[in-house]
């Protein structure tokens, strides 16, 4: 076996993605109806729970009877990009092993198509959680990281500061903060990297327009994030 072989042998057997090649199959008028799985990788028997020995050789439809809507378009994608030859990316919910995955597929000849696929189940049920803290009151609600960068934020910090949600997401709070508050600012940020929550804390926040505001914020810190509460008190 060649260096360059190895290297994609070993790559295909400890990706930390599931991988599957799928040979397409058709019906009488040349649609793709189903795929026969060709090889699978040990991340792809561990998410579904089954040897390749129950997996290899059999029809998707075959490992996979939930003839949902999902299905359907999963079948109806590997067809369109053996026809296109473009890359797509799908996230779906596999009720059969409870995961949300994130495929991406991609052509490999005219009836043979590849998949990858990652879990991203704890990225779905953070971002549900997430959705249901912001929107849980009429306050400035926002969820950063422990650096204090942004992740989420409600629609009140618009209204407040005027800063649109993709002008704050991503961003840092320091980047808004007066200079003459940012010690207290990094201070308070010390507190909630060591689990410690802050029942009240004010400094002030630039608007968009230049002009500062006196913002009061309440935070938890829970893991990795921060949950935090603002109200303007100028």
Not at 88 to 105: A, E, G, P, S
Not at 154 to 164: H, K
Request: glycine content about 4%; proline content about 3%; charged content about 25%.
């Amino acid at each position: 076996m060649s260096t360059s072989s190895h290297y994609h042998r070993t790559l295909f057997e400890r990706s930390p993605n599931a991988i599957a090649y799928h040979r397409l199959l058709r019906d009488d008028t040349g649609a793709v109806c189903d795929s026969l799985l060709l090889h699978v990788n040990p991340t792809l028997e561990r998410f579904f729970q089954r040897p390749a020995s129950e997996l290899i050789g059999r029809r998707f439809l075959e490992v996979y009877p939930h003839h949902s809507e999902r299905t359907k378009r999963f079948i109806t994608s590997l067809g369109e990009v053996s026809k296109s030859k473009k890359v797509l990316t799908l996230n779906f919910q596999v009720q059969l092993i409870d995961k949300w995955l994130r495929t991406t597929i991609f052509a490999l000849d005219d009836n043979t198509v590849a998949s990858i696929s990652t879990d991203i189940t704890k990225e779905v049920l953070q971002e549900t959680e997430f959705k249901g803290f912001l929107q849980s009151n009429l306050d400035m609600l926002a969820v950063g990281d422990m650096t204090g960068r942004f992740i989420r934020v409600n629609r009140e910090f618009e209204n407040i500061l005027g800063y649109s949600t993709d002008e704050l997401e991503g961003h840092n709070v320091t980047e808004f903060i007066h200079p003459e508050d940012m010690e207290a600012t990094l201070t308070a940020l010390s507190t909630l990297q060591k689990q410690t929550p802050l029942a009240s804390f004010t400094n002030r926040y630039r608007c968009k327009n230049g002009d500062y505001k006196y913002i009061e914020w309440r935070s938890h810190p829970i893991g990795q994030y921060i949950y935090a509460s603002a109200r303007d008190i100028t």
